[in-house]
């Protein structure tokens, strides 16, 4: 992991680890994640179903200020939010049925440009890296370290455990976020980790 300022050590890519045992808190790191972002940037949503990845989405769109509720986008792709100030659109894309990639994002002829927009498509890891060299990878896992590999432990087998604000373990989420690219390289994402 990075150094405590949220940084990599030799220059490299900012990381940050939260652990978030709400949907309100998943909302939360959605907001904090949204006043580091600008026009242009593009954000990777990973996580298995129902890991809170449209509720980061949310909570995104709450931070950026756009207009419309953020739902997940699976029905129809892709969704445009226009800001209701000056800030930058928001558009939510659900990548899971994207097999092509840029190809198939360049036919969903949405109705703003990339650039002056922030961009963040779930599923999309391995499918649309090319958009941007520049962009954040956000992972969301169920459980915490080991666990998240084999099933078991922190409530693993048994349902037992607690997680923060007497949370069941099954329900905190590990959420990694990692810059790429020069936009993010130094870059100090410690107001995530509040």
Do not use: C, N
């Not at 978030?20 to 298995?48: C, F, I, K, Q, S």
């Not at 391995?126 to 998240?148: F, M, N, Q, Y």
Request: overall charge negative.
């Amino acid at each position: 992991m990075g150094d405590a300022a949220g940084r990599a050590p030799s220059g490299g890519p900012a990381r940050a680890a939260v652990s978030v045992d709400t949907p309100e808190r998943m909302r939360e790191l959605g907001r904090r994640l949204a006043g580091l972002l600008r026009p242009g940037d593009l954000v990777l949503l990973t996580g298995e179903l129902g890991a809170g990845k449209t509720t980061l989405a949310r909570g995104l769109g709450e931070g950026l200020d756009v207009r419309g509720a953020v739902t997940s986008p699976t029905f129809v792709i892709a969704r445009v939010h226009p800001p209701l100030g000056d800030g930058p659109a928001l558009v939510h894309v659900d990548a899971y049925r994207l097999g092509g990639g840029l190809d198939e994002m360049d036919d969903l002829d949405l109705d703003v440009s990339l650039t002056d927009s922030v961009v963040v498509v779930e599923w999309g890891e391995g499918r649309v890296e090319e958009l941007s060299e520049d962009r954040l990878h956000v992972v969301i896992d169920r459980a915490t370290g080991a666990d998240a590999r084999t099933g078991t432990g922190a409530g693993g087998d048994t349902g037992a455990g607690a997680g923060t604000d007497g949370a069941d373990a099954a329900d905190v989420r590990q959420v990694a976020v990692t810059g790429v690219g020069a936009r993010w390289a130094g870059a100090d994402l410690r107001a995530l980790e509040r």
